[in-house]
């Protein structure tokens, strides 16, 4: 598994939702969208900018770390338990950690729905991410508890309280469509 992942990083590139593989070197025929990682000097203050975006189906988002060290990691059960806040059909993601700055990581998302997502390292510090790629479907678009009470999902971890507090509405998405969270 390390191997596969860092084979992923060297391209830059991962396959999410049954999609296609792109290398950087590629010339991508879809649109492009980039998403920074961003730190201040102390660490103190995280955050992925934009932290809502919304996209057409077959986008390809790029995450790129500007300072700090991050991950981009998708809402799903496989990801250490966490709840799953992204499209049922659509592959989870994990970046790995992704320490230098200009180390990136791309996804290319053809499921319409919500995609929620987070840093790993930076989760209880409110580093989180919306996508709504399309339509504003899926768990994503749900409650963060709905899944309380659901058979298979007793050990999935609660999104902690700076999460919540930090992830823009969909409804605010849908009408900005790039909501960018001040430095
Ligand atoms: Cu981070």
Redesign the pocket.
């Known amino acids: 598994m390390p191997e596969t992942r860092r084979a992923f990083l060297k391209h830059g590139a991962y396959a999410a939702a049954g999609l296609v593989l792109l290398g950087c070197d590629a010339a991508p025929a879809a649109r492009t969208e980039i998403i920074e990682?961003r730190?201040d000097a102390l660490g103190t203050r995280?955050w992925f900018d934009p932290i809502g975006l919304y996209v057409a189906p077959g986008t390809i988002v790029r995450w790129i770390v500007r300072e700090?060290?991050?991950?981009t990691t998708a809402y799903h059960p496989r990801n250490d338990k966490h709840s799953l806040r992204i499209p049922p059909r659509a592959t989870p993601w994990d970046s790995g950690f992704l320490v230098q700055p200009g180390d990136h990581f791309e996804i290319v998302l053809t499921e319409p729905g919500v995609y929620d997502y987070f840093?790993?390292?930076?989760e209880m510090?409110g580093?989180v991410g919306r996508i709504v790629v399309g339509k504003p479907l899926g768990p994503g678009a749900l409650a963060f508890d709905y899944w309380n009470g659901k058979a298979g999902a007793s050990d999935w971890r609660r999104v902690p309280d700076a999460a919540r507090n930090a992830f823009p509405s969909v409804s605010r998405i849908l009408t900005e469509r790039q909501v960018r969270r001040a430095g």
């Open positions: 990682m730190s995280v700090n060290v991050h991950t840093c790993a390292p930076h510090a580093m």
